[in-house]
């Protein structure tokens, strides 16, 4: 009971010294695709969505942290052998972006906004699609990835629609024998949120 009073003394200091206070709920639509860096290698674009909330800290410069599920993934093709793994990944995703409104209206925002996420998986699967058993396990998954998400977004009365880029930083899939993927989550994202607060 402390820590939710405590958690509700920082949002109300946070509203008073920043202005402007808003709490919302989003659902999206992603395309990852898995990197990586071996030429014998194919890599395919995986849809996945997401599913979660956002608070927007500020007026024309803001601090917008979120908190949602996703899922990920990519497929893998082998040019030699044939081994064909489809990777999907399922995470609890923290992004802690800084935005500004480029344009602010009484109706509608243009906005742009950028920042680091961490994602924790909670899920991975690996499932086989070639004749051959490819090399990737789900133990060769990261458990948690970094990344830094950049992109654009528009408000329209109490609605938000973003269109973001996610740069993984960190490789996702360990060194196995004979492969080296180097492998980093590339995530176009197109979300759309409500303004509940």
Request: zero cysteines; charged letters at 15%.
């Amino acid at each position: 009971m402390k820590k939710f009073f405590l958690f509700v003394i920082l949002l109300l200091s946070a509203e008073l010294m920043f202005g402007q206070f808003t709490i919302g709920i989003k659902v999206g639509y992603n395309a990852s695709k898995l990197s990586t860096n071996m030429d014998t290698i194919k890599t395919n674009f995986k849809s996945g969505f997401q599913i979660g909330a956002f608070a927007r800290i500020g007026k024309r410069l803001y601090v917008q942290p979120e908190l949602y599920y996703t899922t990920q993934g990519g497929v893998f093709t082998s040019n030699v052998t044939n081994w064909k793994q489809n990777v999907k990944i399922g995470s609890i995703d923290v992004p802690v972006l800084v935005g500004f409104q480029l344009l602010k209206g009484d109706f509608v925002n243009v906005r742009i906004l950028a920042g680091p996420a961490a994602s924790f998986v909670v899920n991975k699967t690996i499932s086989e699609g070639g004749t051959d058993t490819g090399p990737i396990t789900s133990g060769d998954l990261s458990s948690v990835n970094w990344s830094i998400q950049a992109g654009a977004g528009v408000d329209v009365w109490k609605f938000t629609l973003d269109l973001r880029y996610q740069f993984g930083l960190n490789q996702l899939i360990k060194e196995i024998e004979n492969y080296s993927f180097d492998s980093k989550n590339n995530v176009w994202v197109v979300s759309l949120g409500f303004k509940i607060l």
